[in-house]
């Protein structure tokens, strides 16, 4: 992975203006410096949490439905069955195949909808020198309960009364002065779950920026990507310098696919590259910007993240899919060759019996090729050793066949 050799391992509470551009490696905790509250629930929790996840759920009538087989093997029979459960999604009981489960939708207390929500800290450091932006905050998903830190009861909008129950939850019956959760549950009936990320010892792995808090003089992290000066078929510059890099890593996702196209040649002549290198840009940046809960090692933080980005499979979909793709069309393309069979006297009866059989052999083959050569620009451009060392192993494979062949015609 590129930015293994390239890292700086960093103090959490001093900036080195040296390592601005450079990937660098933090370990330092992680504080929330404002308070962070639910825009429904009258919850605020004053230091202390990153992040607050507010988990809302009514208890309603939810229709099933399955395919089960009719009288003949080719009929299907869909079955409808209903149950009474909490869900956190809404719904429209209005649309049932039953009418009998037909009711107006139940939203329970007024404003309130289900669902989950999850609110940040507007301003987070890392140690004393550092302002971690919400892109990293949201990485950090150890949620704990919260109920220890709320009051009993809480308010929906400052009017309906939500009473912590036995299991952490804080539940709601609406035309009742209070319910607790217990006993069971009828239609209309709220709960809601809080929980929050607390303040604690993370690892940054990301790239250094100038001071994001001039007052302070708290620097930032941005992502690290590699630089492209020219498209996909230009190159890319694995390690640039610190300038290129802090331009890359500011850039949004929209600006890096905005970007993303060749001026090597005609636009005609790289559409392939430009529709590759832009969707790759705008879907599947590459790019080292991670934080993780805990005090990591870079080793542990690289395996992490090539576990985490499922690189090797997410590899082998793309290029299936462009394989596919490209079979598909120079079927298409193809096609007409079959049409010779009308054409070409003698021939055309072979091809009126396997026509389409031979093309579809013909485009495979044709695939093939382009495929490895496409496989092969890419990798003498990532990873130039591996592509050259490839290269010459099927070109050695290539001679061999060729040489093999000429001695058997002249034996």
């Excluded at 303040?199 to 007052?215: F, K, N, P, S, Y």
């Excluded at 990591?296 to 299936?320: M, P, S, Y």
């Amino acid at each position: 992975m590129c930015g293994k050799c390239e890292y700086r391992t960093m103090s959490a509470d001093t900036i080195d203006e040296r390592n601005k551009g450079r990937l660098v490696h933090i370990v330092g905790e992680m504080r929330s410096r404002e308070a962070v509250m639910d825009e429904q629930f009258d919850v605020r929790l004053d230091g202390n949490c990153v992040r607050l996840r507010t988990q809302a759920e009514l208890y309603q009538v939810i229709e099933h439905r399955r395919k089960t087989a009719g009288g003949s093997r080719r009929d299907m029979v869909i079955v409808y069955c209903y149950t009474r459960e909490w869900s956190s999604t809404l719904h429209d009981t209005s649309c049932y195949h039953d009418a009998g489960y037909r009711r107006p939708v139940v939203r329970g207390p007024i404003d309130m909808m289900p669902g989950d929500v999850v609110r940040e800290s507007k301003h987070v450091e890392l140690g004393s020198a550092y302002v971690l932006a919400p892109a990293l905050v949201r990485q950090c998903n150890h949620f704990e309960l919260a109920t220890h830190r709320l009051r009993n009861p809480i308010k929906l909008n400052g009017t309906n009364a939500f009473t912590k129950g036995p299991d952490s939850l804080f539940y709601h019956r609406p035309n009742t002065g209070c319910w607790a959760g217990t006993g069971a549950p009828q239609l209309g009936d709220c709960r809601v779950q809080f929980e929050y990320v607390p303040d604690g010892i993370v690892t940054a792995l990301a790239l250094q920026d100038d001071c994001a808090d001039v007052v302070a003089c708290r620097g930032s992290l941005l992502p690290y990507r590699l630089t492209s000066p020219a498209g996909l078929c230009c190159g890319v510059r694995a390690k640039a310098d610190a300038g290129a890099l802090v331009r890359e890593g500011r850039k949004t996702t929209a600006e890096l696919a905005e970007n993303a196209n060749c001026q090597c040649f005609p636009w005609i002549c790289c559409c392939i590259c430009n529709l590759v290198e832009y969707a790759c840009s705008s879907v599947l940046t590459p790019e080292i910007y991670h934080i993780f809960e805990g005090n990591h090692d870079t080793n542990e933080c690289f395996g992490k993240i090539e576990a985490e980005g499922q690189q090797l499979i997410t590899t082998w979909v793309v290029r299936l899919c462009g394989w596919a793709s490209l079979f598909a069309g120079l079927r298409l393309l193809f096609a007409p060759l079959s049409t010779l069979r009308v054409i070409i006297p003698f021939l055309g009866l072979f091809l009126q019996s396997c026509g389409n059989f031979v093309v579809s052999i013909f485009s495979f083959l044709v695939t093939l090729v382009i495929s490895v050569a496409i496989v092969l620009v890419a990798w003498l451009v990532y990873h130039p050793i591996v592509a050259l060392r490839y290269s010459v192993f099927v070109g050695v494979v290539v001679v061999a066949l060729f040489s093999v062949n000429r001695g058997l015609q002249y034996s």
